[in-house]
């Protein structure tokens, strides 16, 4: 199976609990978006938003804690442990999966953010860069946590795994 069919494939089928967590995290964020616009409209005079305003993050919160609820019996449910890392599809996922096993934990994710943080930071000045430059920061901070993380904290995983054989 050449790359392009394992690409399509991994993004066909993802896991179900990771479904559950996209959808349980955009009810959160769509309660985020609602206040911050109610906000906006209570300040430009339209104070007869509040009714709207609580009813909707009501509907939003009730919908996302019953979200996250099948999100954590699914999280339950299926061990990631039982999955195997060798029949696993995607390869950024294969990648965690290894990560995560061998380096113990998710440290390494808030590890990677700061050292890209740090990085990115040392390139470009954030104190003084223009509107343009805090863009192209973001975007080193991105490439710098994909580089860390994907790279090289997955070298150090796949040296820790080969010196447990």
């Known amino acids: 199976m050449n790359k392009f069919k394992q690409l399509k494939e991994a993004?066909?089928?993802p896991p179900i609990e990771r479904l559950a967590k996209i959808e349980y995290q955009s009810h959160f964020w769509n309660i985020l978006g609602i206040?911050?616009?109610s906000i906006i409209l209570i300040f430009k005079g339209f104070w007869y938003i509040i009714f709207a305003f609580i009813f909707s993050v009501g509907v939003s919160y009730s919908q996302g804690m019953a979200a996250y609820k099948k999100y954590v019996m699914l999280k339950n449910a299926?061990?990631?442990d039982s999955i195997s890392i060798e029949n696993e599809i995607s390869p950024t996922r294969k990648r965690g999966r290894i990560i995560?096993?061998?380096l113990n934990g998710s440290w390494v994710k808030?590890?990677?953010s700061l050292i890209s943080v740090i990085l990115a930071s040392l390139i470009i000045n954030p104190l003084k860069a223009n509107w343009w430059q805090n863009i192209v920061l973001l975007l080193l901070i991105l490439v710098f946590w994909v580089i860390t993380y994907y790279f090289?904290?997955?070298y150090l995983a796949k040296r820790r795994e080969n010196a447990k054989q």
């Open 35 to 37: 206040t911050l616009v």
């Open 152 to 154: 090289g904290f997955y």
């Open 78 to 80: 299926i061990q990631t």
């Open 11 to 13: 993004l066909k089928n």
């Open 100 to 102: 995560e096993k061998y």
């Open 110 to 112: 808030f590890l990677s």
